[in-house]
């Protein structure tokens, strides 16, 4: 079983990239520094919005989440965990975690990267105002 979703976000001069546990896109539109794991705002979904086919294959402990960062011609692969706890209803933000703390924002857990670990030309891009594209594909592995 997979399912996929398009999240659009664009970049802002106040992002830093440099949080260790976790990464954010937002539909906020401004961004201050206290926000560090935050690469992406003024997003055209938050978790409440994506995918309803995509959701039911993240709330399964056995699901992989692939995503794919691609802005300034940078492109950065993400794989992370789905989780029977997800909620997926927060209205404005995506959060994947290193951890596998679950909130309402969270989308993926026992992520492979952090905003920390993000290449920085591509964290230069996003400070420069690109488009980000985060494309999302959940599966639940065959046999599992």
Known sequence: ?????IVRARGHPLIQGIHPTTFEVTRDETLTLSGDCIIGVAADKGAADLDPGLKVVLCDDRAVLTTRLIAGGETVEVRSRGSAALTLDHPADLVWRRSDFV??????IHADRVAAGLPREFIEALRRGEELVVELEAEIPEGS
Do not use: E
């Open 1 to 5: 079983m997979k399912a996929r979703d």
């Open 103 to 108: 909130s309402d924002r969270t989308v993926g």
